[in-house]
């Protein structure tokens, strides 16, 4: 499908801020419209399931020109295709007096050491015990430029990396930091236990990275409806049958380091869905990923701060274990 991104989104002024419209091209005449609705959403970076489509069709969130339709019905080239989600019921975030590790505060940021298995902010299926619960209690002022879900939340770790997480508490530094991210001038270094022994010392991967079709949840390296991702990395360690990698993000697309490790044949040690080597997680309870260095301007004075978090136990014990051997 080659939907056209400048027309999918508010084709008029009279659609709210929540909803979508588009129009159906040639090449897309015939497509299921549940499908075709989900994959345009996707190449908006709109993350919403099929379910999630299929049940605003049956509640009539979904029209298309004007009249509702089944989820089985085909499109044709010239249709207009609108949304109208419903409003989602409210989110209650709310403190939770859970301890951080704490890097570096002060008025305007907040750096903390994320342990391995925290949800950075709350969502569907972790409603609480994520860091925004945590800052929530701790601070009493975050920025509001990401919403009351996300609140001081510049940029995400997944849940089961540990490691360090800048967070802005008002929305000058939530801005500054934000456009350091979108320039590439944050310095984001992380260490990583792969499977396999990498022969090359040091080396880059600048492969694209996209959603997966099959499922939308997974990301890979593909050329379509992808954004540029590259990954350096430098052997820091090898072992007879894995590598300690030091890796630095040149770009931060989700999941990226560990879907380039799998895409060069060198998926990380305990990924559950990246991993591809079930039994072998060496007791690791998560991917053994840990972003080392963190290093940003600070969004008022414009000094730069590098800060460094040492690696979890787990994965010290782990790379006790293979060296002993």
Same mark, same amino acid.
């Given at each position: 499908?080659?939907?056209?991104?400048?027309?999918?989104?508010?084709?008029?002024?009279?659609?709210?801020?929540?909803?979508?419209?588009?129009?159906?091209?040639?090449g897309?005449?015939?497509?299921?419209?549940?499908?075709?609705?989900?994959?345009?959403? #996707?190449?908006?970076?709109?993350?919403?399931?099929? *379910?999630? +489509?299929q049940?605003?069709? $049956?509640? =009539?969130? &979904?029209?298309?020109?004007?009249?509702?339709?089944?989820?089985?019905?085909?499109?044709?080239?010239?249709?207009?295709?609108?949304?109208?989600?419903p409003?989602?019921?409210?989110?209650?975030?709310?403190?939770?007096?859970?301890?951080?590790?704490?890097?570096?505060?002060?008025?305007?940021?907040?750096?903390?050491?994320?342990?391995?298995?925290?949800?950075?902010h709350?969502?569907?299926?972790?409603?609480?015990?994520?860091?925004?619960? #945590?800052?929530?209690?701790?601070?009493?002022?975050? *920025?509001? +430029?990401?919403?009351?879900? $996300?609140? =001081?939340? &510049?940029?995400?770790?997944?849940?089961?990396?540990s490691?360090l997480l800048?967070?802005?508490?008002?929305?000058?530094?939530?801005?500054?930091?934000?456009?350091?991210?979108?320039?590439?001038?944050?310095?984001?270094?992380?260490?990583?236990?792969?499977?396999?022994v990498?022969?090359?010392?040091?080396?880059?991967?600048?492969?694209?990275?996209?959603r997966?079709?099959?499922?939308?949840?997974?990301?890979?390296?593909?050329?379509?409806?992808?954004?540029?991702?590259?990954?350096h990395?430098?052997?820091?360690?090898?072992?007879?049958?894995?590598?300690l990698?030091?890796?630095?993000?040149?770009?931060?697309?989700?999941?990226?380091?560990?879907?380039?490790?799998?895409?060069?044949?060198?998926?990380?040690?305990?990924?559950?869905?990246?991993?591809?080597?079930?039994?072998?997680?060496?007791?690791?309870?998560?991917?053994?990923?840990?972003?080392?260095?963190?290093?940003?301007?600070?969004?008022?004075?414009?000094?730069?701060?590098?800060?460094?978090?040492?690696?979890?136990?787990?994965?010290?014990?782990?790379?006790?274990?293979?060296?002993?051997?």
């Amino acid at each position: 499908m080659e939907s056209n991104p400048s027309k999918i989104r508010r084709l008029n002024s009279s659609l709210s801020e929540d909803d979508f419209e588009w129009v159906v091209e040639d090449g897309q005449a015939g497509e299921r419209a549940d499908k075709h609705i989900a994959q345009a959403l #996707a190449e908006q970076e709109e993350s919403v399931s099929r *379910s999630q +489509i299929q049940e605003w069709i $049956r509640i =009539g969130a &979904v029209t298309v020109n004007g009249a509702e339709i089944k989820a089985n019905a085909k499109l044709a080239a010239g249709d207009v295709v609108r949304i109208s989600p419903p409003e989602p019921e409210p989110l209650d975030v709310y403190p939770e007096n859970i301890p951080l590790a704490i890097a570096y505060e002060d008025s305007d940021v907040i750096v903390i050491n994320k342990p391995r298995g925290m949800v950075v902010h709350p969502a569907a299926g972790h409603p609480n015990g994520t860091v925004v619960n #945590a800052l929530l209690h701790h601070c009493e002022d975050l *920025s509001g +430029i990401n919403g009351v879900k $996300r609140p =001081g939340i &510049v940029h995400r770790i997944d849940k089961d990396t540990s490691g360090l997480l800048m967070i802005a508490k008002n929305d000058l530094a939530h801005a500054s930091l934000a456009e350091q991210l979108k320039e590439h001038t944050v310095t984001r270094k992380y260490r990583a236990l792969v499977y396999g022994v990498l022969q090359h010392d040091k080396g880059t991967v600048d492969a694209p990275i996209g959603r997966a079709n099959h499922d939308r949840k997974l990301y890979v390296v593909t050329e379509k409806n992808s954004k540029r991702a590259v990954t350096h990395f430098t052997v820091a360690e090898r072992f007879d049958e894995y590598t300690l990698l030091e890796l630095r993000l040149e770009t931060g697309r989700t999941h990226q380091i560990r879907v380039h490790m799998k895409y060069i044949g060198f998926p990380l040690v305990g990924d559950p869905v990246y991993g591809g080597r079930s039994g072998r997680t060496l007791g690791m309870s998560g991917q053994a990923l840990h972003a080392e260095v963190l290093g940003f301007k600070h969004p008022r004075t414009g000094e730069y701060m590098e800060f460094s978090a040492p690696l979890p136990e787990d994965m010290e014990h782990v790379l006790a274990i293979l060296r002993s051997r």
